[in-house]
């Protein structure tokens, strides 16, 4: 009964379960949808999350794989056709959403961070955590459950997941994408919320995103 309780009150208080702020929700697929992050480092910064509650994107159920697959592709190109560039990134298990009203308080949601600039964070990453290359998204999800462990997810060309065995600061590939273009300081979604690139991102990015939904039929 205990964990049962725990279960609603993850839902009832995740961010990404029920957002707060539905006005930057892009686009939904039937079990996704992509909005417009809070703290935007960069113009047309979004995420793809899941509408359930699943604890990283390696976790997503096979019957849903496909459709998320084919999401991260429709957001791609969309990316790279408005801004040039695109890359992914995820903290699986290894960063958090805040729930109850309390930092101290986390749940883990699957998001997928999908920002539109050229940064090579693999080579950012080297040295720090041992890479393991991933051809596909099956591969990516394979190599997670295989090991199971909080880890890092970065698709910058190539897609490399890293098994976190040690601290990392919070925040660690928004930290790092933010200091790589001499953004360091608005790493911190938190401080740095960024309604007004929300807005121009949102202005740019949402006709495009209607043609989407046209297309998938909704």
Known sequence: ?????????????????NPPDKNRILFE???FYVM????????????????????????IPKKYSTEFDSLVSAV????????GSCIFYEHGRAG????????SKHCYHAHMH??????KLSNLIEG????????????FRENCNKYNEPYLFVDDGEKYIYIVVKDIRRQYLRYLTAEAI????????????GWDIIDRSKNKLKPLFNSLSIKYGN
Request: aromatic residues 10%; contains cysteine; glycine residues 6%.
């Open 1 to 17: 009964m205990h964990s049962e309780s725990l279960e609603l009150d993850i839902e009832k208080y995740c961010r990404f379960c």
């Open 29 to 31: 697929s039937d079990n």
């Open 36 to 59: 417009l992050s809070l703290g935007p480092i960069v113009e047309g910064y979004l995420l793809i999350c899941s509408k359930q509650h699943f604890e990283s994107c390696s976790k």
């Open 76 to 83: 791609k190109q969309i990316l790279i056709e408005t801004y």
């Open 96 to 103: 958090s959403c805040l729930s109850f009203g309390e930092g």
């Open 114 to 119: 999908c920002v539109p600039v050229n940064v």
């Open 128 to 139: 720090t955590l041992k890479p393991i290359k991933c051809n596909s998204f099956d591969d």
């Open 182 to 193: 001499g953004k360091k300081g608005l790493w911190n979604w938190v401080e740095h919320q």
